[in-house]
């Protein structure tokens, strides 16, 4: 039974960090893409980042790169999420998701629908 499990939310100050961790565990037989979704009160869910399933290649869309920087350790079935100078905009439930097919090579831009498994949320609000 394939469990995805995120965490490290909470509340921060505006240029704040967090780390957001994200455990997929049922899936170390398979090649999977990992990816962060965020979806705020009123608005769609949104693909923020992915990481290939070698960890060698990601993709971040432009509202958060060179801030946002996805990583994973396959040996221990975890991808990470390092937020750095957080914005009050950033603000959102923020939602790890695991697939293969295409998700498995992040290739570039990828909506929900690429992804099976996902997880609860973990809750990221930023103070101004």
């Known amino acids: 039974q394939v469990q995805v499990v995120e965490s490290g939310g909470g509340l921060v100050q505006t240029g704040g960090s967090l780390r957001l961790s994200c455990t997929a565990s049922?899936?170390?037989?398979?090649?999977?893409?990992m990816g962060w979704f965020r979806q705020a009160p009123g608005k769609e869910r949104e693909g923020i980042a992915c990481?290939?399933?070698?960890?060698?290649?990601?993709y971040y869309v432009d509202s958060v790169k060179g801030r946002f920087t996805i990583s994973r350790d396959n040996g221990k079935d975890t991808m990470y999420l390092q937020m750095d100078n957080l914005k009050p905009e950033d603000t959102a439930l923020y939602y790890c998701?695991?697939?293969?097919?295409?998700?498995?090579?992040?290739?570039?831009?990828?909506?929900?629908?690429?992804?099976?498994?996902w997880g609860q949320g973990t809750q990221v609000t930023v103070s101004s």
């Open positions: 998701a695991a697939g293969g097919g295409t998700a498995q090579f992040c290739p570039g831009f990828l909506g929900p629908s690429e992804f099976k498994n």
């Open positions: 049922g899936l170390r037989s398979e090649r999977y893409g």
């Open positions: 990481i290939n399933w070698r960890g060698s290649a990601a």
